[in-house]
């Protein structure tokens, strides 16, 4: 009997810890936005603030639906901001296994202070990666027969926020919480014959989640976070993904269009103006190559004026 005591305690408490660390884990609510429509090849572009903070990963993806069930082919392009500095990666997966080659994206300027223009270009040939209409990133050969053999049932448009570690996106630390990602629009063009053609633009000025649009619910990629329908909505025209405590969900807090609040200097990053596209420039991009000097990257201002036009195919297609 005076050995089972110990015993039972040690059982007790490991079983109160472990609940413990369960509930601290998904204490986080997190966000996704994807397009219910597949779309093969073409030029895939969205203005978007990045979400600040340590720990805090807010992407833009393009994804083969049903890549993380085994035995399928993955196929996978991301831009992905990570870290405590606003950092952009570029990552590319594909295979079964899956291989993958995150790079970072040797770019200058405040990500997730100011809006930028980010595109995706996937033809047969080639993909490439853009931010303000300067070309970061290509991948021929061997990367784009991947995705021309075992994506010709196209990719989504999707984009989430969600707490990382220290293995990727930096360490999270809850306090920074709520934060927000801002997406301004969002335009999709085929590719035909050499050329691409716009198909339709998305500017989220009817207040509401557009039709043939979908909201995430299911954990997030590192499991300390479950994404809710609660944290993705429509503020002032700009769609909004939040990162919250789960007694805070929703974006009741975003203001997509007001100067991000000053940095944590123990956060690091800087402040910016809210609705202003900002200069970003390339710079040398060590072991990966890349330019050997700054370039100036599409160095122009949008200003307070929220551009409304539309393609003449305007509006989603579902």
């Known amino acids: ?175 920074v919480l709520p934060v927000y990602q801002y997406i301004d629009w969002i335009q999709y063009s085929s590719y035909a014959d050499g050329s691409f053609e716009v198909e339709w633009r998305e500017d989220f000025d009817e207040g509401s989640i557009p039709a043939g649009w979908l909201r995430g619910s299911w954990g997030s990629p590192k499991g300390l976070s479950t994404h809710s329908a609660q944290n993705v909505g429509v503020v002032d025209g700009y769609a909004v993904l939040a990162l919250t405590g789960d007694d805070a969900a929703g974006i009741e807090g975003a203001a997509p269009e007001a100067p991000p609040e000053p940095p944590d200097p123990d956060q690091g990053g800087t402040g910016a103006s809210g609705d202003s596209g900002g200069s970003c420039r390339l710079v040398s991009s060590g072991a990966h190559g890349g330019a050997s000097a700054s370039l100036l990257l599409g160095a122009f201002v949008l200003g307070r004026s929220r551009r409304r036009r539309r393609a003449a195919s305007s509006g989603f297609r579902s």
């Open 1 to 175: 009997m005076k050995r089972g005591f110990p015993l039972l305690v040690c059982a007790v408490g490991c079983a109160l810890a472990t609940l413990v660390a369960s509930q601290t884990a998904h204490a986080v609510t997190s966000a996704e936005l994807y397009t219910g429509e597949s779309y093969v090849y073409g030029r895939f572009e969205a203005r978007i603030r990045f979400a600040p903070g340590s720990g805090v990963v807010s992407s833009f993806f393009l994804w083969k639906d049903g890549s993380e069930i085994a035995g399928t082919y993955w196929n996978e392009l991301d831009f992905e901001k990570v870290n405590d500095v606003c950092r952009l990666e570029t990552n590319v997966f594909y295979g079964d296994p899956v291989v993958l080659d995150p790079r970072p994206a040797s770019v200058s300027g405040d990500l997730c202070g100011e809006y930028h223009t980010y595109a995706y270009e996937w033809t047969p040939e080639y993909i490439a990666w853009f931010v303000d209409d300067m070309e970061i990133r290509r991948e021929t050969g061997e990367v784009a027969t991947a995705f021309s053999d075992n994506a010709s049932s196209g990719m989504q448009i999707r984009f989430n926020i969600w707490p990382g570690d220290a293995s990727f996106g930096g360490v999270f630390d809850q306090s």
